[in-house]
């Protein structure tokens, strides 16, 4: 089964020694995970950001920065595991979890990304107020699914990658303190929107990625650039 792992961590700038030894956490990590990882990567800085609110029918697009006060996702993971308890193992080995946190959801389906992901392409993660965000499965969640489907469509080769992910209530958050692992069940942020999906999208620059991300039928779709680390 697949989950995937959003990474959750306030931004901070970082000496280049210090981001040396932060890719050598990352670097041992995969060395321990090896074929559970089956995509990743960190994401652009949040300056950057779009987020798109409206949905199609009448989108609004709102750029970064936002809050800098607030921990924002910085990149992901989509993990290969036989339960959820192998996935959350995986994601507490996962640096960020030290300082930040590491939110697991179980994925309803997964694209495999179509190509090697580059610092060229982008990340739309959907966001769902819960009253929004359907339970697979069910006639409404369906109905959505279908223009989803519409979506693929008129995209075409533009989605290179993307998951639908369960319910809220499946949702795992994972954190470690003075290295004692805290484990919480349901998203980060309780309140606020959930995540309900993800894409990988191809686009020539920010333009056309946030013009991609417009058609997407999600209340809310942050776009963020791919960091083109293979994986963080």
Known sequence: MQYF???????????????????????????????????GDALAPGAAAVVITGGPDAPVTTDGPFAESAEVACGYYVFEAENLDEALALARDVPVARFG???????????????????????????????????????????????HEDFHASAGDHVIGGAALHDRSTATTVRIRDD??????????????????????????????????SMIPASIVQVRQLAGVSGL
């Open 5 to 39: 792992a959003l990474l959750i961590s306030k931004e901070q700038d970082r000496s280049p020694d210090d981001a040396a030894a932060a890719m050598a956490a990352f670097g041992s990590f995969h060395a321990k995970a090896g074929s559970a990882i089956k995509a």
């Open 180 to 213: 004692q692992v805290l484990i919480t069940d349901g998203p980060y942020a309780e309140g606020a929107e959930v995540a309900t999906g993800v894409y990988l999208l191809s686009a020539a620059d920010r333009d056309e990625a946030v013009k991609l991300a």
């Open 101 to 147: 946190a590491v939110e697991v959801w179980p994925v309803v389906h997964w694209r495999e990304p179509s190509r090697e992901l580059t610092g060229n392409d982008w990340l739309a993660l959907l966001l769902e107020p819960p009253a929004t965000a359907h339970t697979p499965g069910t006639p409404e969640w369906k109905a959505v699914a279908a223009r």
